[in-house]
């Protein structure tokens, strides 16, 4: 969106029309798992959209941790990358281990 | 165990309110994190925020992947048993690989 | 290996072999990268490796729960198929947050 | 921060006997598991063994990323900061979706 993306002192600008439009669908897909499970539709059919929803939030977060590491780690001072490389990091076995 | 168990034609009712009502506190979750987005919030809580879904998620499909073994496999005949096996065994896949 | 499955106590010898061949291909791949590691590999490589290792880990531990489905869930009486059952989503629920 | 660390090459080389000797446990217990399999050991006990090398693997593998952000990334001249975090994401992603 901002023509310099490193001057940022947040980021994800550039994308975050995209995130929150991806954020939006992963919504509604939440949304149609709650009317499978109001009409009892058969188990197996909840489990693969449920599965879908998580594919599209692993998408959603490696948006974001790359969004992290453009904006907070590259051409931030020494000091800061490693504090911002260390939050990364913490980020990353959160999403492995999955809260 | 009981009579009704297998009777049903599909499953989970016992589950469904609490199923129902952790799917819409996951809904507004991801909402949560749409605002978040919104606000340019530090793309690291963000993420936080993502794994307490991604977690949210796995709870409700392992609630799903039971209710389906305890419906649909156990207390059924052997041919179907076979069959509702092998699906709840490719939905594992699915929640393993994500998506 | 048997003609009738079913009929066994425990379960997998038909695919134990299959089972074996892979663990020891496992193990030869995680032996291959203490090997890269040693010669301080690129850790980007070192990684590759280690993700083709759990995808393989994976793919035995859904051998082994559609075998434990198969051996020790279908064909069983009730009682122990509510049990085996219980024990069967309790390994998927660890395999999913992995540990 | 330590003058020597962005010096070096390639690096992990501070933890490097750390890491061999976290592989070399993996690899042990990767051959108990092929023991527990010709054995014909309880599934469900083999599937623990095999969530226990998951985890063990995927602390390996942040430690691995952990190494490339701090040596390959932290300190570089921007471009090469660039080109690194790519990769790096491109690691997480693989062990996100397991391979």
């Given at each position: 969106?901002?023509?310099?993306?490193?001057?940022e002192?947040?980021?994800?600008?550039?994308t975050?029309d995209?995130?929150?439009?991806?954020?939006?669908?992963?919504?509604?897909?939440?949304?149609?798992?709650?009317?499978?499970?109001?009409?009892?539709?058969?188990?197996i059919?909840?489990?693969?959209?449920?599965?879908?929803?998580?594919?599209?939030l692993?998408?959603?977060?490696?948006?974001?941790?790359?969004d992290h590491?453009?904006?907070?780690?590259?051409?931030?001072?020494?000091?800061?990358?490693?504090?911002?490389?260390?939050?990364?990091?913490?980020?990353?076995?959160?999403?492995?281990?999955r809260?």
């Amino acid at each position: 969106m901002t023509p310099s993306r490193t001057s940022e002192a947040r980021g994800y600008s550039a994308t975050k029309d995209d995130l929150l439009k991806r954020l939006r669908r992963i919504e509604g897909q939440v949304r149609g798992i709650e009317g499978m499970v109001e009409e009892e539709r058969y188990c197996i059919d909840v489990l693969t959209q449920i599965s879908a929803v998580q594919a599209a939030l692993d998408k959603v977060a490696l948006g974001l941790l790359d969004d992290h590491a453009q904006h907070c780690v590259i051409g931030a001072a020494k000091d800061d990358q490693v504090e911002k490389t260390q939050e990364l990091m913490a980020a990353v076995g959160r999403l492995m281990r999955r809260g």
